[in-house]
């Protein structure tokens, strides 16, 4: 694999044809040809993708819309465009919600600095945040997994700091992934494999997994071998750039942390729990963390922990803490996790492993209950604090029998009824409306790859679905070179979230009032089904945008799908956006009022002062 590329190249072409679009071939011209990598194989990608484009296909659509039958094309000629100004270059990689100078004004306690604090309105960015000069696309997967471009996130003090741990090496242009890290020495392979030997991850009974404190992710980067898709977090700069490292490399991952504040994730979510070494006090707090891991382990589900205080008899010197105080921070643990009546499944060498029981059933003749959390909504986390108690489980009328229905394999689980829709748990959604949800979005899928045809290519790894649904758009889209970050708007009619884990997908819940927990240009490819009709009435449209151009890649696309009047609205405003636009009519014919908006991204650096309106 080539390491080296000639990002010089890439850079002069800023200049070039990019910004000129001819008709439909030329808009997805940019789509395709000129997608720059400069470094891996993106340019080749692109070029072949370019090839194998038919714009007859495309030029069979009508692209002069209808609305209602009156045909017709929209004339926004005289429609005000609001041209956006870039920031100033300082703030290339900011987080909103997660700002360093704003988090030092927080209390230092339980974490709460470094938990989200989003600007007030009259203190929102409303610019463009750019690209830092010599932004390149990041390397297809797999490659991603193991290099990033240096030009990208150009940090090294990792390598410094996890020198002898292998997380990180510089060389020269890229930075390069080892697959080391400061609990698995031999790589990350050989420590899931050690895992492997008692937790299911050969045979899709696991799925999802939740790693807290990831670092720079290579623990859910090597689990995808095992189609296991890990959901990472780490707080802002605790270690600098750890999660853009993530995002770069093409591993979900979310900035993120234990502190006062409950995980933005549905009870019973994931199949897995993963602490390596991650610094979280779990004894603290009267076991307040381990209460909220059992909280998105589904019954049945696994909790590793590795590193301290697990083998402190044979560690203390060299983690330079008292062994003393290293057994009584295990003992507590240990006495935690009985009184949430998890099972010990294994303890050898540094690694430790819980098992949540199945039903509750097994728990109660225990000598010690913990309370119970009487709230009746257990998925209404959004900004809410963590209570030390017990998540109950669901009804279940024998012991044997798994509290929220049997695990089924990945992939036999993406498309079967999950256990929340069969169970009636979400009110207004039958099996037969979850069956015809996987046939439209399959439909739409289709559709949309007939446009945009580097959709599957690989081109696009990290993807974001703004309005998950039932996670059907994530289902058709399946495939070992992509995932997606399903999110849950929080003011949704219906909070779904848990039926997407079912299926053996991630997601987050997320207000799209505020910014996303993440660093600027970490998606690929964003999908946004609806979203400006929900919250047409919320916030402005304007802010939504302005958030969606920060965290998508530059030469990314967009894809959004609204009523028609909605679509008008947003293509006027990205016209100020540096961003090339083409409406479509949906794909069932130019009577229906849904619409779908294609956008893409255009390329762009700090220190350019080129316009930025659409040209």
């Known amino acids: 694999m080539a390491t080296k590329g000639n990002s010089g190249d890439n850079r002069s072409r800023s200049s070039m044809s990019i910004f000129i679009v001819v008709g439909l071939c030329g808009f997805f011209y940019i789509l395709g040809a000129w997608q720059r990598s400069g470094f891996g194989k993106g340019d080749s990608i692109a070029v072949e993708i370019t090839k194998q484009t038919d714009c007859s296909i495309l030029s069979n659509l009508n692209y002069e819309t209808h609305h209602g ?29 997660q700002d360093q100078m704003r988090a030092m004004t927080f209390p230092r306690e339980n974490m709460i600095y470094r938990e ?28 991603s ?40 020495p031999h790589g990350a392979d050989a420590y899931i494999n050690e895992l492997a030997s008692v937790i299911p991850l050969d045979n899709g009974m696991v799925r999802t997994a939740l790693d807290t404190g990831c670092g720079v992710a290579s623990w859910g980067a090597y689990l995808f071998k095992k189609n296991v898709i890990a959901m990472s977090f780490a707080p802002r700069d605790s270690h600098e750039a750890q999660v853009q490292f993530a995002l770069e490399r093409g591993v979900p ?18 199949d897995m729990a993963h602490c390596s070494r991650c610094l979280i006090p779990w004894g603290a707090n009267d076991g307040l963390y381990m209460m909220e891991v059992d909280r998105v382990l589904r019954p049945g589900g696994y909790w590793v922990l590795s590193g301290p205080p697990i083998n402190w008899k044979n560690n203390y010197q060299a983690w330079q803490r008292p062994k003393e105080e290293l057994q009584e921070e295990q003992r507590n643990i240990e006495e935690i996790a009985k009184l949430l009546c998890w099972e010990k499944k294994h303890e050898k060498g540094d690694i430790a492993i819980w098992r949540k029981r199945i039903s509750y059933d097994y728990c109660r003749d225990q000598d010690s209950q913990p309370a119970m959390c009487e709230s009746e909504n257990a998925d209404g986390v959004w900004y809410k604090k963590m209570e030390a108690c017990v998540t109950p489980y669901p009804e279940t009328t024998n012991p044997d029998e798994v509290a929220d229905g049997a695990w089924k394999p990945f992939p036999e689980r993406l498309n079967a009824v999950p256990f929340r829709i069969s169970s009636g748990s979400i009110p207004g959604i039958s099996v037969e409306a979850y069956q015809e949800d996987n046939r439209s979005w399959k439909k739409h899928v289709n559709a949309y790859k007939r446009i945009n045809k580097i959709i599957d290519s690989g081109r696009y790894r990290n993807i974001m679905d703004m309005n998950a649904g039932l996670g059907s758009f994530a289902a058709a889209l399946e495939s070992p070179k992509l995932w997606v970050m399903n999110v849950m708007p929080t003011i949704a009619e219906k909070d779904t979230l848990g039926v997407i884990f079912e299926r053996g997908l991630i997601g987050i819940y997320h207000d799209w009032c505020e910014a996303f927990s993440t660093y600027p240009r970490t998606y690929d490819l964003i999908h946004a089904n609806g979203i400006f009709s929900l919250y047409k009435d919320k916030c402005n449209a304007e802010d939504i945008l302005l958030e969606m151009d920060r965290i998508l890649r530059p030469e990314g696309a967009v894809i959004f799908r609204d009523q028609m009047d909605v679509l008008i609205k947003v293509k006027r405003i990205v016209k100020g956006m540096r961003w090339n636009t083409k409406m479509v009519d949906h794909e069932d014919g130019p009577l229906v009022q849904e619409k779908i908006l294609f956008a893409v991204k255009q390329y762009w650096v700090a220190g350019e002062n080129n316009s930025t309106s659409s040209q």
């Open 116 to 143: 989200r604090h989003c600007p007030p309105e009259n203190e929102k960015l409303r610019c463009l945040i750019p690209a830092r000069k010599g932004y390149v696309t990041p390397f297809p997967w797999p490659q």
């Open 253 to 270: 991952a979310v900035i993120g942390v234990l502190g006062t504040i409950k995980l933005p994730y549905p009870s019973r979510a994931f």
């Open 145 to 184: 997994r193991d290099y990033v471009p240096y030009a990208n996130a150009p940090y090294k003090s990792l390598t410094v700091e996890k020198a002898i741990q292998n997380w990180i090496q510089y060389e020269g242009n890229v930075f390069r992934f080892p697959g080391g890290g400061t609990q698995f």
């Open 69 to 97: 039958g009156d045909a017709g094309t929209i004339d926004e000629s005289e429609a005000e465009v609001n041209e956006f100004k870039p920031c100033d270059d300082r703030y290339i990689d900011y987080t909103p919600c």
